[in-house]
């Protein structure tokens, strides 16, 4: 049978019952003849109780002396719920072994608490899976080149699984979560959204990039590069659910584009709240001032999302663009104190209440009248869009956060993704 790799989110793993159902329905597969490795994440709500102690004792915007003691902290939550879940297993009678990811090795450089995965060592894996035993595999970390325990910041354990199914060539990573898949778009906003049974990689990756919470966004681009199947599923269904069906569950994430999906002109609606606007006034139109003022935000290791840059008049121009709401603050202290002195700009305007909506689709490709379809439908609810960024399969606008409700429910009806769509 094949060798499949299963990851459970920190919901899955939030109690010694839920790790006692995921030792129950990984056991199902282990039985069912399959070799099984399987990468947990921390037990819900301990990393962020393990780095509020951390805060407590040195409280700081920007602890880079302590990165590395960081990590070794944070990697403890995953060690006990990889621990707690071989424990289950034993107790259910299957054999498993728990490694943290520097017993592996998983080889990472050296950025602590955003660390990249280099390489995978999947002999001493390998060896416990001829041997009949699960291998579960600790999620979010690994190990530098100088031995110190690395994190892949938040969303790692996503990542570790794929790295690990890659790796191994894994005919399938199975990623549960506490939805049963993809959706249209957040079915807490609009509840006819309905889940898809295939999503493209690429139309996956767009719409992780643009505020869908369901896969972390770094592992969708590894899965992309190393063509590893993923599948989005439920862990909350029952554990004894048969198995064949399981395996059909949830959404597939495909590199197929096949007929039914190149019929659908838009896939998804995309929406973050995470975004804010700043915009520079009056700045002299000539090369390089683009640069000025981004590479001064760059160097401040502030990351930069949709930019315009207004028509010229008299020689001066007005520019805008848009960073994550938590750096708002720190890119509009950067730029009052740093930048606009040696522009000569007069004003710099910032705004947090903008959200970001997007459309996601490959049929984007083929089919024209695609963003005007969505202006169109934004226009008749009276909502006003302050900044267009747009690719081959995704249109984004900047709207005004209090509208973000009204537009996502609006270009849902637009495009026809209502539940009792066929």
Not at 133 to 157: A, C
Request: charged fraction near 25%; include cysteine.
């Amino acid at each position: 049978m094949a060798l499949i790799v299963h990851k459970y989110g920190g919901t899955s793993m939030g109690s010694t019952e839920r790790i006692r159902n995921v030792a129950k329905r990984v056991a199902k597969w282990a039985r069912a003849g399959h070799q099984m490795v399987v990468v947990p994440s921390a037990m819900s709500g301990e990393t962020n109780r393990l780095l509020g102690l951390a805060k407590e004792l040195a409280p700081s915007d920007n602890p880079t002396d302590y990165f590395r003691e960081l990590d070794a902290l944070a990697a403890t939550g995953e060690q006990a719920s990889s621990a707690l879940l071989a424990i289950a297993l034993q107790a259910e009678g299957m054999p498993s072994v728990s490694y943290a990811g520097w017993q592996v090795p998983i080889r990472t450089d050296s950025a602590f608490t955003k660390a990249r995965i280099a390489s995978i060592d999947d002999a001493r894996v390998r060896a416990d899976l001829n041997a009949g035993k699960v291998v579960i595999i600790t999620g979010f970390q690994g190990v530098d080149p100088e031995g110190h325990i690395t994190t892949l910041g938040r969303g790692g354990s996503d990542t570790s699984a794929v790295a690990v199914a890659a790796a191994m060539k894994a005919a399938e990573c199975l990623i549960y979560t506490d939805v049963d898949g993809v959706y249209t778009t957040d079915p807490r906003v609009v509840p006819e959204a309905r889940r898809l049974q295939t999503v493209s990689f690429e139309e996956m990756l767009e719409m992780a990039s643009l505020g869908s919470k369901v896969l972390q966004i770094r592992s969708v681009e590894f899965a992309g590069k190393y063509k590893v199947p993923l599948r989005v599923l439920s862990s909350f269904t029952p554990w004894d659910i048969d198995i064949h069906e399981e395996a059909k569950s949830g959404t597939l994430i495909t590199f197929e584009e096949d007929e039914q999906m190149e019929q659908a002109i838009v896939s998804g609606i995309a929406f973050t709240r995470d975004e804010a606007k700043i915009s520079i006034i009056g700045v002299p139109d000539k090369p390089g001032i683009a640069y000025k003022i981004l590479g001064a935000v760059a160097q401040a290791n502030i990351e930069v999302d949709m930019i315009i840059q207004n028509i010229s008049k008299g020689g001066l121009t007005d520019f805008s663009f848009t960073v994550n709401r938590n750096d708002h603050a720190r890119a509009m202290e950067l730029l009052k104190t740093k930048v606009m002195a040696d522009l000569g700009a007069p004003e710099v305007i910032g705004d947090a209440k903008i959200c970001k909506v997007s459309i996601v689709g490959i049929g984007m490709r083929s089919h024209v009248g695609v963003a005007s379809r969505m202006f169109e439908s934004l226009s008749a609810e009276g909502i006003n869009i302050q900044m267009i960024s747009t690719s081959e399969i995704k249109t984004s606008v900047v709207i005004d956060e209090k509208y973000l409700e009204l537009a996502v429910r609006a270009l849902h009806k637009a495009f026809d993704l209502e539940q009792n769509q066929a």
